[in-house]
């Protein structure tokens, strides 16, 4: 695996642990921060995975934009973009009062996030 890649999945790993521990508190979860960094972490393996096929990229670029990118790869086939659609809004929506997640986004969204992880993690030949 390339360096950089290696380095891509280390933050979308960040993202997906962070996801992971907001959802799984008791009191007063943010579901905002939630889809985001789950949105966050499918985004960034995504984009560790373009890294890997050496497929250019604009590093602020959305998770719509980097799908856009990978959709000419030889992998394209084997990625399930529903995940990723439902996703693609809380990149930037959760940002703001308008966009507000509920409990069920969040229980969503990380489902979402995983599969997608573990679909990206086997491409990029990694343990899940």
Same mark, same amino acid.
């Given at each position: 695996?390339?360096?950089?890649?290696?380095?891509?999945?280390?933050?979308? @790993?960040?993202?997906?642990?962070?996801?992971?521990? @907001?959802?799984?508190? /008791?009191?007063?979860?943010?579901?905002?921060?939630?889809?985001?960094?789950?949105?966050?972490?499918? @985004?960034?393996?995504?984009?560790?995975?373009?890294?890997?096929?050496?497929?250019?990229?604009?590093? $602020?670029?959305?998770?719509? $934009? /980097?799908?856009?990118?990978? /959709?000419?790869?030889?992998?394209?086939?084997?990625? $399930?973009?529903?995940?990723?659609?439902?996703?693609?809004?809380?990149?930037?929506?959760?940002?703001?009062?308008?966009?507000?997640?509920? /409990?069920?986004?969040?229980?969503?969204?990380?489902? $979402?996030?995983?599969?997608?992880?573990?679909?990206?993690?086997?491409?990029?030949?990694?343990?899940?």
């Amino acid at each position: 695996m390339r360096p950089e890649t290696l380095e891509w999945v280390e933050k979308a @790993e960040g993202d997906f642990q962070t996801a992971g521990r @907001e959802a799984a508190v /008791a009191e007063a979860p943010n579901f905002s921060a939630v889809c985001f960094h789950a949105q966050q972490s499918a @985004e960034k393996y995504l984009k560790a995975l373009l890294v890997e096929h050496e497929v250019l990229f604009s590093q $602020d670029s959305q998770l719509a $934009d /980097a799908r856009r990118a990978f /959709a000419s790869g030889k992998d394209r086939h084997r990625i $399930d973009c529903r995940p990723l659609a439902r996703l693609t809004p809380y990149g930037i929506d959760v940002r703001y009062p308008v966009g507000r997640p509920d /409990a069920n986004a969040a229980k969503e969204a990380m489902p $979402d996030c995983a599969t997608v992880r573990s679909l990206l993690r086997k491409l990029l030949g990694m343990l899940l």
